[in-house]
């Protein structure tokens, strides 16, 4: 049994600033800067075993076991079409992504009818009938207009809308299903308002509230397609997709899981992705140490990026 104490405790405010490349855009955050609260805890053991965790600011035998380690679980990729992206980005990107092997999108909508419809039209043409596409509104409508735009945007047919609006809103998530059978939300188990369930690790308040989530989730037979991105979801959600995989589910039909392609370089053990899927992570730990450099550069607003973007902001 490892012995010791806890000798430190460490909480630092890193930041990255994802919105000079238009990263991480969307109807709610259009200039975002991701960031999130590091903290490190400390112990006096002889092998320095030391525990790291984040969050945001602002089944069957050793043969499924077999099979993840084959086949991984598989992704979507949202890295195609944040708000922020012309129209010549989100093709090249999308036309990369395809040829990466890409199958199933994700395009951020809610700010502008015309524009929404336009980059779907976009997106739908280049990825064909055949492929995946999903939309997230994040919370942008209220629930007529949820119902007025995708009375429009599903024609496109989208498999879901994610965050059509306000996630305590149970009734209106209902009111807006009936609506449109072909469109799927999400956090919902009561008033049988949804056909995929997508947590958040780090939005709820810990490991084991994720799981109780993911039992509640098999209990009514829904499917759990996990939101990712931001700084280290991707990192954090591949333990939860893999434990629901190999111990809840034993399922992967109608699962997948987001996917977005920046800032795992920061993360000491930063997630795979390989055939547009996630590969187990083979690390101990849930995978939120940052590297220490990383962390340096981005404290806010004493690192090294901060102390040059600061006083070019003031200017």
Same mark, same amino acid.
């Given at each position: 049994?490892?012995?010791?104490?806890?000798?430190? =405790?460490?909480?630092?405010?890193? /930041? &990255?600033?994802?919105?000079? @490349?238009?990263?991480?855009? $969307?109807? #709610?955050?259009?200039?975002?800067?991701?960031?999130?609260?590091?903290?490190?805890?400390?112990?006096?053991?002889?092998?320095?075993?030391?525990?790291?965790?984040?969050?945001?600011?602002?089944?069957?035998?050793?043969?499924?076991?077999?099979?993840?380690?084959?086949?991984?679980?598989?992704?979507?990729?949202?890295?195609?079409?944040?708000?922020?992206?012309?129209?010549?980005?989100?093709?090249?990107?999308?036309?990369?992504? =395809?040829?990466?092997?890409?199958? /199933? &999108?994700?395009?951020?909508? @809610?700010?502008?009818?015309? $524009?929404? #419809?336009?980059?779907?039209?976009?997106?739908?043409?280049?990825?064909?009938?055949?492929?995946?596409?999903?939309?997230?509104?994040?919370?942008?409508?209220?629930?007529?207009?949820?119902?007025?735009?995708?009375?429009?945007?599903?024609?496109?047919?989208?498999?879901?809308?994610?965050?059509?609006?306000?996630?305590?809103?149970?009734?209106?998530?209902?009111?807006?299903?009936?609506?449109?059978?072909?469109?799927?939300?999400?956090?919902?188990?009561?008033?049988?308002?949804?056909?995929?369930?997508?947590?958040?690790?780090?939005?709820?308040?810990?490991?084991?509230?994720?799981?109780?989530?993911?039992?509640?989730?098999?209990?009514?037979?829904?499917?759990?397609?996990?939101?990712?991105?931001?700084?280290?979801?991707?990192?954090?959600?591949?333990?939860?997709?893999?434990?629901?995989?190999?111990?809840?589910?034993?399922?992967?039909?109608?699962?997948?899981?987001?996917?977005?392609?920046?800032?795992?370089?920061?993360?000491?053990?930063?997630?795979?992705?390989?055939?547009?899927?996630?590969?187990?992570?083979?690390?101990?730990?849930?995978?939120?140490?940052?590297?220490?450099?990383?962390?340096?550069?981005?404290?806010?607003?004493?690192?090294?990026?901060?102390?040059?973007?600061?006083?070019?902001?003031?200017?």
């Amino acid at each position: 049994m490892v012995r010791g104490r806890i000798s430190r =405790l460490s909480v630092r405010d890193v /930041r &990255f600033p994802t919105s000079l @490349g238009g990263h991480g855009a $969307d109807a #709610m955050h259009t200039d975002p800067d991701y960031s999130a609260a590091y903290v490190v805890i400390e112990t006096d053991a002889e092998d320095g075993i030391k525990g790291c965790g984040i969050t945001f600011t602002l089944g069957k035998g050793t043969e499924v076991e077999k099979q993840m380690l084959a086949q991984g679980y598989p992704a979507y990729t949202t890295s195609c079409a944040w708000l922020g992206y012309s129209d010549d980005t989100l093709k090249q990107l999308c036309a990369q992504a =395809l040829k990466d092997g890409w199958t /199933r &999108f994700k395009v951020k909508v @809610g700010a502008d009818l015309q $524009d929404d #419809m336009r980059r779907c039209q976009i997106i739908r043409d280049m990825i064909g009938p055949e492929k995946t596409l999903m939309m997230d509104a994040n919370q942008r409508w209220d629930v007529p207009e949820a119902v007025e735009w995708m009375s429009k945007l599903a024609k496109f047919k989208p498999l879901w809308i994610e965050e059509p609006t306000s996630p305590d809103d149970i009734l209106g998530h209902a009111t807006i299903s009936k609506c449109h059978n072909r469109v799927i939300f999400k956090q919902l188990l009561q008033a049988k308002a949804l056909q995929f369930l997508q947590i958040d690790s780090c939005r709820l308040g810990s490991v084991n509230e994720n799981l109780s989530v993911l039992l509640m989730a098999k209990k009514f037979e829904i499917p759990v397609c996990p939101h990712a991105g931001g700084v280290g979801l991707c990192e954090l959600v591949q333990h939860l997709i893999i434990f629901d995989y190999i111990s809840v589910s034993a399922s992967l039909e109608n699962r997948v899981c987001e996917y977005v392609d920046h800032l795992h370089e920061h993360f000491k053990y930063p997630v795979m992705i390989q055939r547009a899927s996630y590969m187990p992570p083979k690390d101990p730990g849930y995978s939120t140490e940052m590297k220490e450099e990383s962390v340096k550069k981005h404290q806010y607003p004493d690192g090294e990026v901060w102390k040059k973007l600061l006083p070019a902001q003031e200017n």
